[in-house]
């Protein structure tokens, strides 16, 4: 079974500017999570999409949302980005995305604001 | 919110040494689940505890939850360099649709 795949891997963009993250689950997963993982930070969450319906949400400004297609596949998008957005963006998916179940994560995308 | 802290966040010990990390919530667990991520890496998933007082191992790891279910505990028994990494409990308040809270990490290195 095919793991979680992110694109892109590394990514550069200046202050200002918007970037899209793409995510694809395992197959047959339907919970898609999203995580910012900074050096000083740790995994910091953003959101979590079930059923192309965003169902938890961390404390994040709404420069960052996402969305979920009928595929389960998932895009993260930050507007108008800062320097403070350069970080390790990782997605995880779960069967169900409830803590019951453990969560698979991407290799993530290294996002680098300049 | 609900909120997992992990102590000590960085840990360095010699080859052959023993580990551990603790895991501390601010509300009661359904379940604590425990993550490894290497160097350049992503999270991978370790294992899950769900009962009370529950203890599982893996080989050197030994995992643990407390009886109250608010904390957890992992032991690695005699290091070795593929230990090194940063390990994360994870928890929910219950088995509905609360979200995965991770804790802080431990950054375990080793001195060969």
């Known amino acids: 079974k095919a793991g979680v795949t992110q694109t892109p891997r590394y990514l550069i963009k200046t202050r200002g500017q918007q970037v899209t993250l793409s995510c694809s689950p395992i197959s047959g997963h339907r919970s898609v999570s999203w995580y910012q993982q900074t050096p000083g930070q740790g995994l910091q969450f953003l959101f979590e999409?079930?059923?192309?319906?965003?169902?938890n949400k961390g404390n994040f400004p709404g420069r960052f949302s996402g969305r979920q297609f009928s595929n389960s596949r998932s895009e993260m998008n930050v507007s108008t980005l800062e320097l403070g957005d350069s970080a390790l963006y990782l997605c995880?998916?779960?069967?169900?995305?409830?803590?019951?179940?453990?969560?698979?994560f991407g290799p993530g995308t290294r996002l680098t604001v300049t | 919110g609900q909120q997992v802290m992990q102590i000590p966040q960085y840990q360095h010990v010699q080859e052959g040494e023993d580990f551990t990390t603790y895991c501390n919530s601010s509300?009661?667990?359904?379940?604590i689940q425990w993550y490894k991520q290497r160097p350049g890496g992503h999270p991978v998933f370790l294992i899950q505890?769900?009962?009370?007082?529950e203890v599982k191992k893996q080989k050197r790891l030994t995992f643990q939850f407390g009886e109250a279910k608010k904390n957890s505990s992992l032991h690695i028994t005699a290091t070795q360099t593929t230990d090194v990494g940063t390990y994360f409990c994870?928890?929910?308040?219950?088995?509905?649709?609360?979200?995965?809270?991770f804790g802080t990490g431990t950054r375990l290195t080793i001195i060969p």
């Open positions: 999409y079930f059923s192309e319906t965003q169902r």
């Open positions: 505890l769900v009962k009370s007082g």
């Open positions: 509300t009661t667990l359904s379940n």
């Open positions: 995880a998916s779960s069967w169900t995305g409830t803590g019951l179940y453990e969560q698979y």
């Open positions: 994870a928890g929910a308040p219950n088995f509905g649709n609360e979200k995965l809270t």
